[in-house]
Nanobody
Framework: QVQLVESGGGSVQVGGSLRLSCTASGPTNRYNCMGWFRQAPGKEREGVAAFYKGGNTTYYEDSVKGRFTISHDNAKNTVFLQMNSLKTEDSAMYYC?????????????RGQGTQVTVSS
């Protein structure tokens, strides 16, 4: 069983930055991607970014391109999401995922979530 533990959420003002981290434990051969999705109250779940181990490939949702960067530390089985130039619409619960997928839709395992709040 793959377990994911996130950290790094919080509250910032518009234009600020946050860095999320997610460390996976368990059988690493059970996933070929790690990523993040978010969900705000009353809105659908949205894939934000994903990293695929096979080709070191990354994918981003259009609204975060140029502002968010996903990176991966293979030795530590950790994925990071650097979020810059944050907007109020980025406010949501962010969940780390690992598993199989296509594009930003990486799933199978999910962390407990970390709240990101951006205020004006």
């Amino acid at each position: 069983q793959v377990q994911l533990v996130e950290s790094g959420g919080g509250s910032v003002q518009v234009g600020g930055s946050l860095r999320l981290s997610c460390t996976a434990s368990g059988p690493t051969n059970r996933y070929n991607c790690m990523g993040w999705f978010r969900q705000a109250p009353g809105k659908e779940r949205e894939g934000v970014a994903a990293f695929y181990k096979g080709g070191n490939t990354t994918y981003y949702e259009d609204s975060v391109k140029g502002r968010f960067t996903i990176s991966h530390d293979n030795a530590k089985n950790t994925v990071f999401l650097q979020m810059n130039s944050l907007k109020t619409e980025d406010s949501a619960m962010y969940y780390c995922t690992a598993g199989q997928g296509v594009g930003t839709a990486c799933g199978g395992y999910r962390g407990q979530g970390t709240q990101v709040t951006v205020s004006s």
